[in-house]
């Protein structure tokens, strides 16, 4: 029965079935209507492109890359980085000192003033001077060596041949053998004396009065330089240098402390405590620490003293912590500079890659990475957003001038070869510089860019848009439209624009790429894209000098390897869609 059916079937001229009992498609079937479809003929000629499906799979990457991973990553924009880093960092500046060193007691006051009237003393030799209404003694106690001391009265009084009846001063108590001393020194016709406690008093006479001061010492006026615990104690610092002045002192005592003097062959001066522990080193170096608060570790002074004699390069001493620290000691002019090695919380500045930043850290101590992934973001959304703004101005401008002809066309036209003449960088520029002297928000400038972007690159499309609608606008579907009263607005945008869809596609997929290189020249050029937002070309700009790009590439390599591939994922789209639009060009 079945080779029977079979039989009757052929003979009466019918088609056997296909495969899964459906029946076979004839030319007029529906189904091979929505195979041949125009999009779909434009799809499979697009998709036979191998460079075309190449570009797609870049520009895909480059969105999951931009947005996709920019989401993901765990790291800000502008996050910069920091962290401790061992560095050779500047210690101390030592300088040989030639001039007089001032070290005043507490709560007493020596001015510039001051000081320059006692350098006029000692060169002519005066054992006092004057200075601000405030009398005061110099006494020279060893060579480059002199205590300066203020005087005040403590008592005065008048009388007749040596009889003299003392008054104190206000707010002062004299000592219980301060009379007696003061009438024995008028007796012996001495010009001071001294009370049991030590204290020291000068008298001035004449034939009716008499006057006592007292000398408080003030100031000591010295080249040599102390570095040590008691470096700022006057009175420790006052009873060492008159015990260093007396050559034959081997130590001095101090508030009931005692501490030895250990003299160097260069000059220098070790003070130690009974215990041993170096108290101060004298010499005749300034130390000047290179961040204040530095405590220099025990010993510094003298080691560096004898690193600077003996031509040494470097030493060692045991810091705080006990590990042996290694200084060096270079020269420089008239002063050594010593340096050592320092933990020191720094910015991450070009940092390598790593397995934290695998692309390293820019010069500001971002995330290169996170920057690339940002920088995408405004460099595509620049690029669409522009040609976007174009297609809309041209469209629009275009049609009405292929449309209407005449006198607006020529409009129209001559607005287009003016814009045309207009020279585009030279733009950016004066626009960037008004910019930049107005302080316009970062954000706001990618705006403003877009916008002279979009209106000095609409003309192309305009010129492609009206000669097509004038082909267009003189066929018989035209005059149909206008024989059925379809408006002006209707006829052009729904039966004209439609037709020039497909060459605005290929050309604003042409232009996406041509977009984001001017983009990324201006913000090259740094009139694009500013800090702290991140751009493709921005980053390429940070790329300021021979050094840094040929010594840290993987700053601007990356930026550069992501447009050059966009540019040519654009440009491979755009080719792949101008061949599948067009048939008749060659694939």
Known sequence: MNEKANCVVEDNGLSPLEPGGQPPIALDDERRIKVLSPGMLVFKRFVRNKLAIAGSIIIIAMF??????GALMPYGESQVFKGYEIMVKNYAAVTRNDSLLYTV????????IAQ???ILAITKNADTFESSGVSYTLTKEGEDLYVVGSLSVVAQGKGIKNKFTLNPADGVTLPGDFTARFEAAIAAGEKSFETADGQSFLLQTSKVQATVSQVREIAIASKNVFVGRLENDFSFHLAAERALADLTQAGFTI????????RHEDGSATLTDTAGDEIAHVSRWIFKESEVGTVYPEGF????QQAISEGSASFTLLAADGQEQLFTVERSNLQYMV?????????MVYYPPSQEHWLGTDANGMDVMTRLMYGGRISLMIGFVVVLLETVLGVILGGVAGYFGKWVDNLIMRLVDIINCIPGYPIYIIIGAIMDAEKVDPTRRIFYLMIALGILGWPSIARVVRGQILSLREQEFMTATEATGISVSRRIFRHLIPNVIPQLIVMGTMSLGNIILIEATLSFLGLGVKYPLASWGSIIN???NVFVMTNYLFVWIPAGLLILLTVLGFNFIG???RDAFDPKMKR
Do not use: C, E, H
């Not at 999951?64 to 991973?69: K, Q």
């Not at 002074?301 to 560096?304: C, E, N, P, Q, R």
């Not at 340096?339 to 910015?347: G, L, N």
């Open 64 to 69: 999951l890359f931009s947005f996709v991973g």
């Open 105 to 112: 007691a507490p709560g007493q006051k020596f001015d510039t």
């Open 116 to 118: 320059s009237r006692m």
């Open 255 to 262: 508030n009931g402390q005692a501490y030895a003097i250990t």
């Open 301 to 304: 002074a003298s080691a560096v």
């Open 339 to 347: 340096r050592t090695q320092k933990p020191t919380y720094k910015i």
């Open 542 to 544: 940070a790329v300021s």
């Open 575 to 577: 080719d792949g869609l």
